[in-house]
């Protein structure tokens, strides 16, 4: 889940303190009371953070300017990417090159490879200290069951103290929790801004009312979770006169394990190996088949 907590700058899930919930009237009453549940299900996904498998897998990423598909490699060293397709077509080969070049100068630069293993490092760090957040953030009901899953609606915690601007971000935060009822894992979450929310009385910035995001995720083994889309959507303003939009959507597939020992060298070795296959497939002949690199990625 690194992309949605780096994205936006933390978000999300859970509650604690709510012992006294009650669901909705004509609903049975759940086995758990949802504050348990709820804890349950990060416990769950903090020993995921630090004991999770690595994988390939490929993206496809939607911008307003464009859409790309890349492949990814999960290594020790942190996750490295490659460009397979832009808005349908395959890279141009300049844009080949370019992408040769960005990933043999993270590969002989001890400065590149560290700023890149800090980055992740920074990253990791920061999932687990949001997650850890957010037991104590919002209050949760049961809202019914759902193709195998818990369903429960969040909101704010108004016993929760936010003195950070990451727990104010998190603490401002509306929607539905969906958990597979049998796993005790996070399948869907959807979120909105409920409340315009300021910083340093609107000097610093603001968080528009009416932002919102959804991440998907989906079983890839007996232990493993992947996000399978995401969806970010906010806009806010800056230092008073700086207005900035994020507009985030991502799906990803095709999730094949790999070794967990792999280092950022051999990452790189099996995207080169994609992208030589995919250049040697046959080419569809009807419209609407996926395309070489799609098929390659899938395999």
Known sequence: MRVFWATIGMLVVTHGICCGQTPPPQQAEPAMPAAQLVREVVYNELNDHQEHGYWRYWIERHTPQETRLENQIETAQGPVTRLALSNGHPISTETEQQEDARLKRLLSSPVEQARHIRDYAEDEERIGHVVALMPDAFVYQYAGEENGCHKLTFSPNPNYPAHSIEA???????????????MKRMVR???????????????????Y?????????????????????????????ALIVKSFTRETSERRGGFVPVPAGMNLAQGMAVLQQLQAESQVAPKPEAKGLVTPTVLALRR
């Open 209 to 237: 009312k009416g932002g919102w995001f959804r991440i998907e995720r989906a079983q890839v083994s007996a232990t493993d979770w992947k996000t399978e889309r995401l969806e970010v959507h906010m806009a806010g303003r």
């Open 168 to 182: 104010r971000i998190i603490h401002a935060m509306s929607g539905t929790l969906w958990v597979d009822a049998r």
């Open 189 to 207: 979450l959807d979120g909105q801004v409920q409340e315009n929310l300021d910083f340093g009385f609107g000097l610093l910035g603001r968080l």
